[in-house]
């Protein structure tokens, strides 16, 4: 039977591929309770909730703004909550399945901060063409002046029920977004309807066409929405994401003139080239879903990139072959259009050696401080 009612979604208050998600926390059995995280209070918050197995009682058991990563214990009497928001670093604390705190055992700790002149994104949402409200924050330089214009780089990943815009401690990413405000620079992020993860249905828009052309009018929607904004030089618009957001880069660069300059990281260029359990678990086979293949290709639209692109990846990377990269670069190269690339010898799909990411980091922004 029916358990839960109502315009949100349940949602796991951790990441992974969509087929791994699970919102539902803990089921005790003997006291008729299910527990679960969901989207109910906000579309970018993570909150834990329980319900009769009747569907009665719902009650919210976290308090505090932001998102909520819950673990329960094998007998659902205890659940460790690990809390953050945009503004506060993580905490963990132990609660009773009543929603009573009963240890704190790890503080956020925000004296780590105190001597750094950090910013937070604001909050707010842009409309897609029919007005569909797209999640959205932004970082805005210290100085900002609304009577200015600024060049603004736009960070996306796209996957479906994968968003970038949350209330949640960013970590390690706010502080190159930072770096890139001391430069001037506007930080946008947003995410096209599909990628919020507030409906399953928005989700299953994109099977058998994963970053494709229906996930692309939402972003051109949002990208000429900033574009009218006075504070933005329009002719200074620029992209860049990883993995997903690398393949996005690509589709909005060929599939759009909006983008003055883009980065790419380890991006897939033509899902032929990637793991069949995951493509497709989204894409169906190739040969059940040609035109969908055909679509998704952006080897197949290389030739019209608009703008100026650096390719990065790392050879070891066992997720996105390299061979992604290096079809899409070789047909760049069959037509004579000239292009970045940096290769990271034996470095994996995720970086996580301090070596290559500071070297990373100050290589985009160097490429920003170039073309944007």
């Known amino acids: 039977n029916q358990i839960t009612r109502g315009e949100w979604a349940l949602r796991t208050s951790s990441s992974g591929p969509f087929w791994l998600r699970q919102a539902v926390t803990a089921v005790d059995e003997a006291n008729g ?13 993570r909150h834990l909730y329980r319900i009769r197995f009747d569907g009665s009682k719902m009650t919210r058991l ?13 007998d659902a009497r205890y659940y460790f909550d690990t809390y953050s928001n945009i503004r506060t670093m ?7 399945n009543d ?20 910013q937070y994104p604001e909050h707010f949402t842009i409309p897609a063409e029919d007005g569909f409200p797209m999640p959205a924050e932004i970082l805005k330089p210290r100085d900002f ?3 200015k214009r600024y060049p603004v780089i736009y960070y ?11 209330d949640a401690w960013r970590g390690t990413s706010l502080y ?111 040969q059940d879903n040609p035109e969908g293949y055909e679509k998704t290709s ?14 990065v990846h790392g050879t070891y990377d066992d997720n996105v072959h390299p061979q992604n990269t290096w079809a899409f670069a070789n047909e760049l190269i069959k037509h004579n259009i000239r292009f970045e690339m940096m290769i990271y010898p034996m470095r994996k799909h995720g970086f996580t050696d301090r070596p290559a990411l500071i070297h990373r980091y100050n290589t985009m922004l160097e490429f920003w401080e170039r073309n944007l």
């Open 33 to 45: 309770w299910i527990y679960f995280t969901a989207m109910e209070k906000s579309s970018i918050e």
């Open 62 to 74: 976290s308090k505090e703004d932001g998102t909520h990563r819950i673990s329960f214990s094998p």
């Open 90 to 96: 993580p905490s963990l604390a132990l609660y009773q």
């Open 99 to 118: 929603g009573k705190r009963k240890l704190v055992l790890a503080e956020p700790r925000p004296e780590l901060l105190a001597k750094f002149d950090m």
């Open 145 to 147: 002046d609304p009577g």
């Open 156 to 166: 996306i990943y796209g996957g479906p029920a994968a968003p970038t815009v949350f």
């Open 176 to 286: 190159f977004d930072l770096m890139l405000l001391d430069r001037g620079y506007i930080v946008v992020r947003f995410d096209h309807r599909s990628a919020t993860a507030i409906s399953k249905k928005l989700e299953n828009r994109l099977r058998g066409m994963m970053s494709g052309p229906r996930e692309l009018e939402d972003v051109v929607a949002g990208v000429k929405w900033l574009k009218s904004q006075t504070y933005v030089d329009p002719e200074r618009v620029g992209i860049w994401g990883w993995s997903g957001g690398g393949s996005f880069t690509l589709n909005a660069m060929t599939r759009s003139k909006e983008f003055k300059a883009g980065i790419a990281g380890a991006p897939v260029s033509d899902w032929h080239y990637y793991d069949t359990r995951w493509a497709e678990a989204g894409m169906l086979r190739p």
């Open 298 to 311: 952006f080897v197949k639209t290389a030739k019209d990139l608009h703008g100026r692109l650096m390719l």
